[in-house]
């Protein structure tokens, strides 16, 4: 039951994924696909359950699986089809117009692709993910999987509750716009019958008409921009259509196209202002300066200043902290560079450049969570490679492996934000500043320098793992290390780090046996 739930949001999640995908191709950009707010399209999930639970047995037959999972998968797709159409009076997709189509629900095509997948799955992949879910603890499992079916059924209760919510306002936009029609015909017909009574207020009328009609749009286009569903759904599912109100659905997206347009001419207006505002910008027809934008030796620079700052933030904290005592704290044997720290400013700027014009908070929790997992991954690849940590928060609340924590975390949180806001603004105009010669050659002579840095590090690292392990140098490369790179040196540059051996994962399980013919 566990390994099936683990299938279910698995495949959920893939099926989004490929969804997303299949929409970036035709659309050129990025649709939230699928029936839910979050990212999964629950109907894959039960599609892959479903083949598997029934199919199972007759996994050596690749023939059965394919005449199985046609015949499944295209029955699944045209009942979720029909339960949504009957359920919320929508049609959420059409196959109307494919050739070979069962009331629009499904068609040929797409019923191929089903007995392809459905038989691949079943014969090759959903063992392999056996494998991958089957080690997981029991207790894991439980915590993991009741969060994600929490939130699976909060979304889905929002999201029916939105929909309800859809079919209300097309009863009402009705109910307005033949009201409205009522209003405006027997307005018509008064003024025609009394054009002399009424010659003297026309005027008036039309001018109160008016204030009328444009309140009444403004409030509805406010309404339209802030409901964040109906604008998804409807971009989500361009062919939905509605059996009761299409025309008011299609009035509807009509209207929602003419503000997403207004929108996103706003806001690219705001983001060039912000931009000009934030980082330097040049005039059509101008020679770019050096490191123009977020190129290599724009990124290589901020590697290397976040190398250098991270040491001096390092040996301010060692101070600050007990013993209070001045440490040598570095990542790499030759100089004052921290490659963590350098890599995470890199990481930081990819990831959050366009945000500067976003709200602190917004930053600050990104650049949390951003900082919190690349702290984890360094530490889980420094012990895979080499089986040594350079930090341990074990001892420390709320942390996660011992190879991060909330206050670092936090930490991490409070320098994306003063980087993004304040620092890459300054140095990216300082480094721009580099006459463009001097800058090319910089950049060239510090890269090389600095991959032999880190290529020296790495090897010192790893033949002090192989002193350890009581492993003798045989050769002039082990030597070498041995002679300039002996522990008492490394020990004085790493005092933190440790040799704790590498991780050990958990052995896969086999799956379930195939039944013999």
Request: net charge positive.
């Amino acid at each position: 039951m566990i390994v099936y739930l683990w299938f279910f949001f698995l495949f959920s999640f893939l099926g989004w994924c490929a969804e997303v995908a299949f929409a970036a191709v035709r659309q050129k950009k990025f649709v939230n696909r699928g029936f839910l707010n979050g990212p999964l399209c629950p109907i894959y999930g039960f599609g892959v359950v479903l083949l598997d639970f029934l199919l199972r047995p007759f996994g050596r037959s690749f023939a059965v699986l394919l005449v199985g999972s046609l015949v499944l998968g295209s029955a699944l797709e045209w009942l979720a089809g029909f339960l949504l159409e009957k359920l919320f009076g929508q049609k959420w997709w059409d196959y109307s117009d494919q050739p070979h189509n069962l009331g629009g629900y499904v068609c040929l095509s797409f019923s191929v692709v089903w007995a392809v997948a459905g038989a691949v799955l079943v014969r090759f992949v959903l063992p392999l993910v056996y494998r991958l879910v089957a080690p997981i603890p029991h207790t894991v499992s439980l915590v993991a999987l009741g969060i994600l079916g929490a939130l699976t059924l909060a979304d889905f209760v929002v999201t029916v509750a939105q929909i309800v919510g859809l079919n209300r306002k097309l009863k009402y936009l009705e109910y307005v716009s033949g009201k409205l029609r009522q209003g405006s015909e027997q307005l018509g017909r008064d003024v025609a019958a009394g054009a002399e009574a009424v010659h003297g207020k026309r005027k008036k009328w039309e001018k109160d008409w008016q204030k009328q009609a444009a309140r009444l749009k403004k409030k509805y286009e406010k309404g339209l921009e802030k409901d964040w569903f109906l604008r998804r759904l409807l971009k989500v599912f361009p062919d939905l259509t509605s059996l009761k109100h299409n025309a008011e659905l299609e009035e509807l997206r009509q209207n929602l196209d003419l503000l997403r347009r207004r929108s996103s001419q706003a806001l690219q207006r705001r983001n060039e202002a912000a931009l000009a505002a934030y980082e330097s910008t040049v005039p059509q027809g101008e020679e770019k300066p050096f490191a123009f934008g977020l190129c290599y030796s724009k990124l290589f620079a901020i590697f290397v200043i976040g190398n250098v700052v991270g040491c001096v933030l390092e040996t301010l904290y060692a101070l600050a902290v007990p013993p209070h005592q001045l440490e040598m704290r570095v990542g790499l044997v030759l100089g004052p560079f921290i490659p963590v720290y350098g890599l995470g400013a890199v990481a930081i700027t990819l990831c959050l450049y366009k945000m500067y014009n976003q709200k602190d908070v917004l930053i600050f929790l990104a650049s949390m969570f951003i900082g919190g997992a690349f702290e984890y991954l360094c530490s889980f690849l420094q012990q895979a490679v080499f089986g040594t940590v350079s930090w341990e928060y074990s001892d420390s609340a709320l942390n996660i492996g011992g190879r991060t924590n909330l206050m670092y975390a936090f930490f991490w949180g409070i320098l994306g934000l003063v980087w993004v806001k304040d620092l890459y603004p300054f140095f990216s105009r300082q480094i721009q500043r580099i006459p463009k010669k001097t800058g090319r050659g910089l950049t060239v002579f510090l890269s090389l320098f600095m991959a032999a840095d880190i290529l020296l590090s790495a090897g010192a690292v790893y033949r002090e793992s192989q002193r350890i392990n009581g492993v003798p140098a045989t050769n002039a490369v082990q030597e070498f290390f041995d002679t300039y790179f002996p522990d008492e040196f490394l020990d004085l540059i790493y005092p933190h780090m440790q040799y704790v051996g590498k991780p050990e994962l958990p052995e896969p399980q086999a799956p379930p046996p195939l039944p013999q013919e």
